[in-house]
């Protein structure tokens, strides 16, 4: 259990900059997702936390105590990567109890039994106990992995991107165990992905990283129908927020594309001014009364919905629909939108001018 | 254009047999997806259609000719691969005009058909640069522009997007369809992704083990799958499936004391059945109410996946879990009380020993 600060934390690769002044606040007992691209710095970050990593510049405490000069084995913290990274000619057992053995720990050989046999029940592994790690699954081999992260009881978890290399079933699955193994710990979890499905659906909390920046933290739902900027608000939602140039006119919206003139309930930005108005796709409606007008250029059949992009002289337009709804490609549709559910954003910054 | 017929083909691998019998008509013009596991056989049957692996026994026919001992070139297909196989020495140009030399066309044909087809995938601007400088997008159109520039008779591609990030995924999916509906070519396509499968195909091969699943049009896959192979491999998050039992006019699941009420017509040919019965419902068919409701079942949520424009919650009962798809922030935690019902119209009902679908849902 613990909390973990990152103060004004950089680190440089070379000519690369990794991370720049980044803080951070996980608190005890936490499901802390960091969301990035390739290239972000969560992995940096991780590591940084995991002390495999000494940054450059900044400060990295764990329960108030400045933790920055301490080993990976001081921080007792246990790490768990997309590549299993499993002893192969061990078994199960002997994987899961390899952490135990090591010479800084004294655990009986009673303990070390008691540890790894609740561990595998919890992880729903106890049947393989016996097997070597090579003949396992993929999802079993990551499932030991973790076993092996738990087994010390260690203070934090760090994961970075365990589910990736996993097929999409059992990334479901792992998921929903991953949870709720957080909630039986109550350990403090800091869980890395690219995947904003993963990020959504597991963290308590969501950071937003984007060139060594964290941008935003903040809950799922805050970062979904709050993001500070197009760049958060680009990040979370398949697919993304819509994003379209327009002005402000008496309190309507009138896009570029098209010329239309659209509704909006709570207009933030200067009258007249240049802004960009952000609507998720859910929250664009098909209307053969509406006030704008597009081409259907793809139609995706998701199966309980379906994902039209609509063509507004060359702006694209992604609009959410019910499966039960005939379009086909090329035809052309009327639509608006709801107007309670417009963002508005700088069209320089980027900044959310809704949360001023 | 052409039409690719094939006719029991049977492929080993040694001992290993990679294709079962394979059964399949492709009409021209068509898009046709091959979905399945790695494994499934899928790139094997691709592979076979190309002529870039023979096949044990049986027959493939292009426009109605026997195929199967010519050749890869004396096929007239073009291939499109994951990993993007361009030449790195050569200009994006002299790459896509590669397959027009050996056909020994002029220069100034030549010239055209790459401008052309460069035109047409937005790669005409980087016709004078090297591959290596390229995005892996526009790296993947130039490999698709090589394929596409002799005007093959079919196109086959596979998991031309494997390697591309989710958001060039998406956008290169929709690209493809524009293509296929602007050139007409027969297309056949793999890949292990439904999402893909869904959104391009006119229709979808199922491949599992070497053995065909299903073939049907998207929605028909959705709606009616054949089996529980298909069932649980199209869709996300993946249908529900649970063990059950007819009781009257009741289907009860493991472990739970009461069951939900049927109608008579979605019961009726399953209570001869001898074998054990597995229920396979949908996360958008299991309904979640706030207050108790006629038919419906009381519940406590376990999970709640909050996905923005929707939620997925888990629900107990008995000793199944139960995935509901719900309004964002309509659960608004764990452990919370709430009452769960079917919707028959979607249910489908799959004998447990053989998967099979014993009544497509309406």
Not at chain 1, 100 to 113: A, D, G, M, V, Y
Not at chain 2, 2 to 19: P, T
Not at chain 2, 80 to 97: C, D, G, K
Not at chain 2, 207 to 231: I, K, M, R, S
Request: net charge neutral; proline share 4%; aromatic share 6%.
């Amino acid at each position: 259990m613990a909390n973990i600060t990152l103060q004004g934390i950089s680190k440089k690769f070379g000519p690369n900059t990794a991370l720049r002044g980044l803080d951070l606040e996980i608190k005890d007992g936490e499901f802390f997702v960091l969301l990035g691209q390739t290239g972000a710095g969560k992995t940096t970050t991780l590591r940084i936390i995991a002390g495999l990593e000494k940054p450059d510049a900044g400060k990295v405490l764990i329960d108030g105590q400045d933790a920055t000069a301490w080993n990976a084995a001081e921080r007792d913290v246990a790490l768990v990567l997309q590549q299993y990274s499993l002893y192969p000619r061990l078994t199960v057992r002997g994987n899961l109890e390899f952490p135990l053995k090591s010479r800084t720990q004294n655990f009986t050989p009673e303990q070390i039994k008691e540890r790894v046999d609740r561990v595998a029940e919890t992880l729903q592994i106890t049947r393989l106990l016996d097997r070597k790690v090579e003949r396992l699954s993929g999802g079993e081999m990551q499932r030991v992995s973790i076993g092996r992260a738990i087994v010390r009881e260690p203070r934090v978890f760090l994961m970075d991107e365990p589910l990736s290399a996993l097929d999409a079933n059992l990334r479901d699955v792992l998921r929903v165990e991953l949870k709720k193994l957080h909630s039986d710990l109550g350990a403090t979890f800091v869980f890395v992905t690219h995947d904003q499905v993963e990020a959504m659906s597991m963290g308590d909390k969501v950071g937003v990283l984007n060139h060594g920046k964290l941008v935003q933290v903040g809950t799922p739902t805050e970062i979904y129908s709050k993001p500070c900027n197009t760049f958060v608000a680009r990040s979370v939602g398949t697919p993304p927020m819509n994003l379209l140039d327009g002005t402000l006119q008496a309190g309507n919206a009138v896009l570029d594309a098209g010329k239309f003139t659209l509704p909006v309930t709570s207009p933030h930005g200067p009258e007249g001014g240049r802004v960009s108005f952000g609507i998720r796709p859910e929250d664009v409606v098909l209307d053969e009364n509406g006030p704008a007008t597009g081409k259907v250029f793809d139609v995706e059949n998701h199966g309980v919905i379906k994902i039209l992009t609509l063509d507004i002289n060359g702006t694209h337009l992604h609009a959410t629909v019910s499966a039960q709804v005939k379009v086909q490609i090329d035809q052309t549709v009327k639509f608006s939108w709801k107007p309670e559910k417009v963002l508005f954003f700088d069209q320089q910054t980027g900044r959310n001018l809704g949360l001023d | 254009m052409a039409q690719i017929d094939i006719r029991n083909v049977q492929k080993f691998f040694g001992a290993h047999q990679v294709l079962k019998n394979l059964n399949l008509t492709i009409e021209d013009g068509e898009f046709v997806v091959m979905l399945g596991q790695s494994g499934g056989g899928k790139t094997t049957a691709l592979r076979a259609i190309a002529g870039l692996e023979t096949v044990t026994s049986g027959q493939i026919l292009i426009d109605g000719k026997e195929v199967q001992d010519r050749k890869a070139a004396d096929r007239d297909i073009a291939f499109v691969f994951q990993s993007f196989s361009l030449y790195p020495h050569m200009t994006v140009r002299e790459n896509i005009a590669f397959p027009l030399r050996a056909v020994r066309m002029n220069a100034a044909e030549r010239d055209k058909a790459v401008k052309e087809v460069a035109e047409t995938l937005q790669i005409a601007e980087h016709l004078d640069r090297k591959p290596s400088a390229l995005s892996g997008g526009d790296m993947q159109r130039v490999a698709i522009g090589r394929a596409l520039v002799r005007r093959p008779q079919a196109l086959l591609m596979d998991e031309p997007l494997g390697v591309l990030d989710s958001k060039l995924r998406e956008q290169m999916r929709a690209e493809i369809k524009r293509l296929h509906i602007a050139r007409g070519s027969t297309s056949v396509y793999v890949t292990h992704d439904q999402i893909e499968a869904m959104s391009l195909a006119d229709r979808i091969v199922i491949l599992h083990d070497g053995v065909l699943q299903q073939v049907g049009p998207p929605d028909e896959v959705y709606l009616h799958p054949q089996n529980l192979f298909v069932a649980k491999f199209v869709g996300s998050p993946v249908m529900n499936v649970t063990p059950v039992r007819i009781d009257a006019n009741r289907v009860a699941l493991n472990g739970a004391e009461t069951g939900f009420e049927f109608p008579e017509t979605a019961l009726s040919n399953l209570r001869n059945v001898n074998s054990e019965l597995s229920l396979g419902i949908r996360p958008e068919a299991v309904l979640l109410k706030h207050e108790k409701t006629e038919g419906y079942v009381e519940v406590v949520t376990t999970n709640i996946e909050p996905l923005g424009s929707h939620d997925i919650v888990d629900v107990q009962l008995g000793g199944t879990s139960l995935r509901a798809r719900t309004a964002s922030g309509f659960v608004s935690g764990e452990g919370q009380r709430v009452w769960v019902g079917l919707d028959p119209s979607q249910a489908h009902f799959f004998d447990t020993a053989t998967g099979l679908n014993l009544r497509g849902a309406n």
